[in-house]
């Protein structure tokens, strides 16, 4: 029978089982989607800044935990110990909600941006948001499936 890390079991992979694990997996594509959501509002020049400095925050917070515990996952840092489940389940929950609440804000920026601002920061905005939902997605279904990897554990 194959190890618990490996089967999506109650403990959290080591090495380069990190890349062939459910729901550690999709480290990979919150690390994509979040850096594009930050790389494409701070290359439209953050034009309503009140509302997409929190965008900025959550997607840059969210790319540089998510990295970190991407890097930690692979080198063993957590030993196989219970409360890195509890933390990978937290953090995710946060990351979810934050993400959810920057995406809302993020669409209603573009929204205003429909009139008097450049087509292409208007473009790239729409661009955002799109990603912003789909880093919303990730996490919410990482959420989940840590949750109930903690609960299990």
């Not at 690390?31 to 959501?37: P, Q």
């Not at 515990?69 to 389940?89: F, K, P, R």
Request: net charge negative; with cysteine.
């Amino acid at each position: 029978m194959a190890p618990a890390a490996a089967s999506g079991g109650s403990t959290l992979p080591s090495g380069f089982a990190v890349f062939t694990t459910f729901p550690d997996l999709l480290f990979i594509l919150e690390f994509v989607f979040g850096g594009l959501v930050w790389i494409l509002i701070a290359s439209s020049l953050v034009p309503i800044p009140l509302v997409q400095g929190w965008v900025m925050f959550v997607s840059v917070f969210c790319f540089m935990a998510t990295t970190a515990l991407l890097i930690l996952y692979i080198v063993g840092a957590h030993g196989g110990e219970t409360s890195w489940v509890t933390l990978d389940a937290a953090y995710h929950c946060v990351a979810a909600l934050f993400y959810l609440s920057a995406s809302v804000l993020e669409a209603l920026a573009t929204i205003g941006m429909q009139e008097g601002y450049t087509y292409k920061h208007y473009h790239e905005n729409i661009a955002a948001v799109v990603f912003s939902y789909v880093a919303t997605l990730l996490y919410v279904v990482h959420a989940v499936f840590s949750l109930i990897r903690w609960k299990s554990s």
